[in-house]
């Protein structure tokens, strides 16, 4: 890697720790990455994001496929088509279950709680026949990405964007935690509940 390479690297555990204490996503899902120029640091396939070590991190071309690639994360299609067609920097790819739980019922995710509403406003919920490391998400997602912060693809997690990793992982935690208390409210709002739960 290049140069501040130690620093790439700590953030990426830093991050990928607060994601897995956050619940944001199981042992071995998720992923995330930054651009660099022309390449692009993603973490390996397979890795625990909640437990990275730096042989877990690696750095591969933002244009084509070198010997690194086979190693990267299988959403690597979807991470270079964002990067070739957004201003992003960092890519925070997760599977929050309550949200991945609201988009097999919703087309789209307004949010009303004040944090939600002020920071994200709604969330797209995007369909594809096929949802990991597929053509057809590579496609569709950076036109969502270049207006939002985050979309959802529909059952299977968020892709969340930003000048760095720790903001990516803002949106996501602000969708999750939005997502949470929509559904407590929901819950309280049943009258067969309240008595039990007061």
Not at 1 to 6: E, G, I, L, V, Y
Not at 33 to 60: A, H, Q
Request: charged share 20%.
């Amino acid at each position: 890697m290049q140069k501040r390479a130690q620093d790439i690297i700590d953030e990426f555990i830093k991050i990928g720790r607060l994601g897995w204490e956050q619940g944001l996503f199981s042992a071995h899902g998720g992923n995330m990455s930054v651009r660099i120029g022309d390449k692009i640091v993603i973490t390996r396939r397979g890795s625990m994001l909640g437990s990275l070590t730096e042989e877990d991190i690696v750095e591969t071309s933002l244009k084509e496929n070198d010997t690194f690639v086979t190693v990267a994360s299988t959403e690597i299609i979807v991470h270079r088509a964002i990067y070739n067609n957004t201003s992003a920097l960092a890519i925070f790819h997760s599977h929050p279950p309550v949200t991945v739980a609201k988009s097999l019922i919703s087309e789209e995710i307004v949010l009303e709680d004040s944090e939600g509403s002020y920071i994200l406003k709604k969330v797209p919920v995007v369909s594809a026949g096929l949802t990991v490391g597929a053509k057809e998400v590579a496609e569709i997602l950076p036109e969502y990405l270049k207006n939002f912060k985050i979309v959802v693809l529909k059952g299977h997690g968020t892709f969340a964007t930003g000048m760095l990793l720790e903001e990516a992982l803002s949106y996501t935690s602000t969708l999750e935690h939005s997502m949470k208390i929509a559904m407590y409210k929901n819950l309280l709002s049943n009258s067969s509940c309240k008595e039990n739960l007061w």
